[in-house]
């Protein structure tokens, strides 16, 4: 059953296959309140789990949420720790969630810094969701684009060394195929809320030719409402990726 009443507009055959979301403005939404930044962010987390829900019933193929940056460690450490806190508590819930839907998880970003616990419970949802193919659940944490792109570098430099890859071989694709996102396809739609008008280093690589949609809504607040217009707006635009279009 749909959990929401979907826009009459909205084509369905011209869905995005990839929607992209930085989720910001939860400490903002918390300060307005006069509450804690923590109290943000387990709101946002709620928010998280409803636009998967909607997403799913859209019928999206892959959905990516920028959780945690790799700048973001220099955030004061409770609000660190509580992040943690709040990722592994997710990732702990969302097999038994998704019991009911065809979800696969996939963690992108460095494992550096993550608590033991946290980088096997990732293991864990990975692999217990790996076949299931009807969407996928990307979440990167402890992310940077720029760390993205460095890491494939060295994965092709090590493979150059090894004889395994000729540098006069080396392309794009052999570029991308040592990404994080190696196996999903660039975003169609790239989404971030709160007002900020930048991707902050995120996914830079795979934004190539990403439709960008900017809402002045904190994240917390980010209704299904919010997120139909979203892809109304992505359906209104002509995609012409470096060409003339028509």
Request: hydrophobic fraction near 35%; charged fraction near 35%.
């Amino acid at each position: 059953m749909a959990l929401f009443k979907r826009h009459k507009t909205i084509d369905l055959i011209k869905i995005p296959e990839h929607v992209a979301i930085i989720v910001d403005g939860n400490g903002r939404w918390a300060e307005k309140r006069g509450l804690p930044r923590s109290a943000g962010h387990r709101e946002g987390a709620k928010t998280v789990k409803k636009t998967i829900e909607l997403a799913y019933d859209l019928g999206i193929r892959y959905l990516t949420f920028f959780a945690f940056s790799s700048e973001n460690w220099s955030r004061p450490k409770e609000e660190v720790d509580e992040l943690m806190k709040l990722y592994l508590d997710y990732l702990k819930s969302a097999e038994n969630e998704n019991s009911d839907r065809n979800v696969r998880v996939k963690i992108i970003g460095s494992r550096q810094g993550l608590t033991r616990e946290l980088i096997d419970q990732i293991d864990k949802i990975e692999k217990n969701t790996i076949n299931n193919d009807k969407m996928t659940l990307i979440i990167a944490l402890n992310y940077g684009g720029r760390q993205d792109i460095l890491q494939a570098v060295k994965k092709i430099v090590d493979d150059v060394e090894a004889g395994v890859l000729d540098k006069d071989s080396i392309t794009e694709d052999e570029v991308r195929k040592r990404l994080y996102t190696e196996d999903i396809p660039d975003p169609d739609l790239l989404i971030r809320t709160s007002g900020e008008m930048r991707i902050s280093n995120f996914l830079i690589w795979q934004c190539s030719y990403t439709e960008f949609y900017f809402s002045e809504v904190l994240w917390p607040d980010f209704k299904g409402k919010h997120f139909e217009e979203a892809i109304l707006e992505y359906q209104r635009r002509n995609r012409r990726f470096g060409s003339l279009g028509k």
